[in-house]
C-alpha cells in the first residue's frame, strides 16, 4: 500500500479546520443539552465556563487557520512543528503525554459524572477524543521526528480506538451476581445446558439460541468458578476469535513493512468490531481462510466442510458463508484463461451448494440430539415480522440500518473502485461478477435479517458481509489477486484523504461506546440474594415449583441452593416465542399461567406499558407485554421487588383474579 502523504499546510488547514467545527458544534449541542435539563445557562457559573471555553477553543484554532492563508504561513508552521526541534536527550519527554493521550479520552468517559452528563452528545464526545488526539499527534512527533505528520494521527486515532475498545470489553467482567442488561443472564445460562448432567444432576435439552455460541461459553462450567470468570472468560473470548481472523487474513496479503502490518492489523481489528462480529461465527471465517488452498482441493474441502458444519449450529444465513468465502478467494487467485465460464465455475459453485447442504444437515444433526420436542421451535425468526421502517433512521437505531450500512462500506468501496479503475483489465468480467453478486447477495441479506423484529439496533446482522467485504477489500488494494495476463499485480497509491475516510465509522463506532465498570452495593445484593433464598427454601417447605424466567445463572452456579431447574420459558426463549408467534409454545405458556403452575416466579419488574410506534423498540416491547406479559400479571401479583437489581417476585393471585 502506498499513500500519498498531505504537506505539512495541507494536514494543518484540515486539522484546524476539524478543531474549529467541533468546539462550536459542541456548544450548540451543550445549549440543546440546557435546555432539554431545563438548565438557565445564564444562571450556572459552570455553564457559562463550559460555554465560554467551548467559544475559546473555537475561536483560537480559527485565527491559526486564517494564518495559514496569510504571509504569516511559515512562521506559523514554524511555530506548531515544534516537536522536531526538541533535542534527542529529550525526547523521553514525549512519553507521558504519550500515554494520556492513548487512555485519556477513555479515562474521562469512564468517571460517572461525565459519561452520565455528556455521554450521548456525540459532537462532545468527538471533541474530546479529538483534543487527546492532537495531544498524542505531538507527543509521538517529539519521540519519532521522522514520522510524517499524517502517519502520527493514524497511529494516534487507531491506538486510542483500540484502548477504548480493549477497556470496554472488559469492563463487563465484575463479581456482581445478578444479570447486567436484558441478554446477559441468558449468556451465562444456556452453556450450562450443554453439562447439564454435571451441573444439575439430569440432562435437560440443549439451547435452540446460538448453540455454538454457548459450546464455547460452557468451558468455565467444567470447574467451580465464580460469575466473574465467567465474565471475563466470554471477555477474552470475543477478542481472541474476532481477532484472530487479522493474523490469518494477513498471512494471505504477505505485507512486508512491518510498521504499515500493524497499521493494518488495528484497522481490520476495529472494522470487525464495527459490526459487531460475533465471536461464534469468526470460527467458520477463521477455518477457511487457513484451509483454502488453490493447490490442494482436499484441504479446501476439508475446511468447507468443517466451516459449513460450524455454520449449521450456529445461524441459519450463515449457512452459505463457508462455500461463499471459498468461492470468492478462488475467483480472486485463479484466471480463466480462456476456460469454460461452467468449467471454471464448477468448482466454487460445489464448495457454495455442498457447503449450504451441509450446514442444513449438520443443524438437522445437532436439532436430532438436542432433545428439543419441537423442530420448530429452531425456525422462529423465519415467520417473525419485518419493520420495513427500520431500513431508515429510526428510535431504534437512529442511523437507520441502509444509511449506516452504507455509510461503514463506503469509504471500503471507494477504494476498490479505484483499485479496479487501474487494474480492471486485469481481472476477467466473470470473476468481478460473481464477486460482487456475492457481496450483494450478503448486503440484501443482511438488511433483511436486522429488519426481523429483535433486530435494527446496530449493524451485527451485516456481520457476513463485512467480513466478505474485507476480504475482497484487502486481497485488492494489497494486491493479492492474480491479474489475468499473468502480470504480477501492483497495489495503488492512495490519496491520504481515503485513509483518513476508511477511519471514521470503524473508529467512530468504538468511541462512541460507554465505558463504566460495575459499582454496586456488595451488602445490598447480598441481602437480595438471602431473601430470595428464603423464598427458595419457603416454597421447597410447600412442595412448590419455582420458575426462573430470568437470572438462571443463580441457579447454574449454585448461588441460590436447592433450587429444581423448569428449563422451559428462559427470557430469550420466551421473547423469541413471541416475537415469532409460535402458538403452541405460547398456549402451553398461557395455560401454565391460569393454572397457576408455579409457586413462585422470579423475573424483571413488569410494567404493562403499551408504546407508540415512534419509541425505541416499541414492537418488541408491545409483542412481550401483550403474548408474556399479560397472561403474567394476569395470574400472579408482584410479591416483592429489588428495584436495584431488577428482580421482582411473583406470586399466585388469590381470589378474583385482576387484569392489568
Known amino acids: 500500500m502506498k499513500i500519498t502523504q498531505p504537506t505539512p ?49 473555537g475561536i483560537i484554532p480559527l485565527l491559526f487557520l486564517t494564518l495559514t492563508w496569510s504571509r504569516f504561513q511559515e512562521p506559523f508552521l514554524n511555530l506548531i512543528h515544534f516537536p522536531e526541534r526538541v533535542k534527542n536527550n529529550l525526547r523521553w519527554l514525549g512519553i507521558p503525554f504519550l500515554v ?33 488526539n492532537l495531544l498524542g499527534i505531538f507527543s ?104 484472530a481472523i487479522v493474523p490469518v487474513l494477513l498471512k494471505r496479503l504477505s505485507i512486508e513493512e512491518k510498521n504499515t502490518r500493524w497499521l493494518v492489523a488495528l484497522w481490520m481489528l476495529l472494522f470487525l468490531f464495527m459490526g459487531p462480529l460475533y465471536f461464534h461465527l469468526a470460527v467458520p471465517v477463521i477455518i477457511v481462510l487457513i484451509g483454502f488452498s488453490k493447490e490442494n482441493d482436499r484441504r479446501t474441502w476439508l475446511a468447507v466442510i468443517l466451516a459449513s458444519i460450524w455454520c449449521g449450529w450456529s445461524r441459519v444465513n450463515w449457512y452459505p458463508m463457508p462455500g461463499m468465502i471459498a468461492a470468492v478467494l478462488y475467483l480472486l487467485e485463479t484466471q480463466v484463461n480462456g476456460s469454460k465460464p461452467w468449467r471454471y465455475l464448477l468448482k466454487p459453485a460445489l464448495w457454495f451448494v455442498i457447503g449450504i447442504l451441509i450446514a442444513f444437515t449438520a443443524q438437522r444433526t445437532y436439532i436430532a440430539i438436542s432433545g428439543v420436542t419441537d423442530s420448530q421451535f429452531f425456525y422462529t425468526s423465519l415467520s417473525s415480522d419485518l419493520l420495513w421502517y427500520r431500513l431508515l433512521p429510526n428510535e431504534s437505531y437512529f442511523l437507520g440500518i441502509l444509511p ?42 443482511g438488511l433483511l435479517v436486522s429488519l426481523k ?117 428462559e427470557r430469550e426463549d420466551l421473547m423469541e416465542m413471541a416475537m415469532g408467534d409460535n402458538t403452541h ?22 410494567n404493562f406499558n403499551i408504546m407508540t410506534s415512534h419509541r425505541s423498540f416499541a414492537e418488541e416491547n408491545n409483542v412481550w407485554v401483550r403474548r408474556v406479559m399479560k397472561h403474567i400479571l394476569c395470574n400472579y401479583r408482584q410479591e416483592a421487588i429489588f428495584s436495584q437489581d431488577d428482580i421482582a417476585l411473583y406470586v399466585p393471585q388469590i381470589g378474583e383474579r385482576q387484569c392489568p
Open 404 to 445: 449506516g450500512a452504507i455509510l461503514a462500506s463506503l469509504a471500503v468501496w471507494i477504494v476498490i473502485y479505484l483499485v479496479l479503475r487501474v487494474h480492471k483489465s486485469k481481472i476477467h468480467s466473470l470473476r468481478l461478477f460473481f464477486i460482487f453478486s456475492a457481496l450483494t447477495v450478503l448486503f440484501l441479506g
Open 140 to 243: 509521538l512527533k517529539t519521540i519519532r521526528k521522522n514520522l510524517h505528520w499524517f502517519t502520527t494521527f493514524i497511529i494516534i486515532t487507531l491506538c486510542q480506538s483500540i484502548f477504548h475498545l480493549l477497556v470496554a470489553n472488559f469492563s463487563s467482567v465484575t463479581d456482581y451476581p445478578f444479570a447486567m442488561g436484558w441478554s446477559e443472564t441468558s449468556r451465562y445460562y444456556y452453556p450450562s445446558l450443554f453439562l447439564s448432567e454435571k451441573v444439575y444432576g439430569q440432562p435437560y435439552p440443549f439451547p435452540i439460541l446460538h448453540p455454538t455460541l454457548h459450546l464455547l461459553l460452557a468451558p468455565p462450567y467444567l470447574f467451580d468458578v465464580p460469575l466473574w470468570v465467567h465474565r471475563l472468560w466470554q471477555a477474552t473470548l470475543r477478542l481472541v476469535f474476532v481477532g
Open 585 to 606: 409454545y405460547l398456549r402451553q405458556f398461557r395455560s401454565d399461567m391460569e393454572n397457576q403452575r408455579f409457586a413462585l416466579i422470579v423475573v424483571d419488574p413488569l
Open 453 to 569: 423484529i429483535g433486530g435494527g439496533a446496530d449493524l451485527h446482522n451485516m456481520d457476513a458481509y463485512f467480513v466478505l467485504l474485507l476480504i475482497v477489500f484487502a486481497s485488492l488494494m494489497f494486491a493479492q489477486y492474480r491479474s489475468e495476463n499473468k502480470e504480477e499485480a501492483q497495489p495503488i497509491q492512495l490519496h491520504w484523504s481515503l485513509i483518513a475516510l476508511l477511519l471514521i465509522m470503524p473508529v467512530w463506532s468504538q468511541w462512541k461506546a460507554g465505558v463504566g465498570f460495575v459499582n454496586y452495593d456488595a451488602d445490598q445484593a447480598q441481602t437480595t440474594e438471602k431473601v430470595l433464598q428464603e423464598y427458595v427454601d419457603k416454597v421447597n417447605e410447600q412442595g412448590g415449583e419455582i420458575l426462573f424466567i430470568t437470572q438462571r445463572q443463580l441457579i447454574s452456579m449454585d448461588m441460590l441452593k436447592h433450587v429444581t431447574l423448569i428449563p422451559e420459558y
Open 100 to 132: 494520556i493521550s492513548i487512555t485519556g479520552y477513555t479515562l474521562v468517559f469512564m468517571q460517572p459524572f461525565v459519561r452520565d452528563l455528556f455521554g450521548g452528545e456525540g459532537w462532545f464526545r468527538f471533541l474530546v477524543f479529538w483534543l487527546f
Open 9 to 57: 499546510i495541507q494536514f494543518w488547514r484540515s486539522a484546524l479546520s476539524i478543531s474549529t467545527a467541533l468546539p462550536f458544534l459542541s456548544l450548540w449541542q451543550m445549549g440543546a443539552l440546557a435546555n432539554r435539563m431545563g438548565i438557565d445557562i445564564s444562571s450556572r457559573p459552570a455553564w457559562i465556563g463550559l460555554t465560554v471555553s467551548l467559544g475559546v477553543m
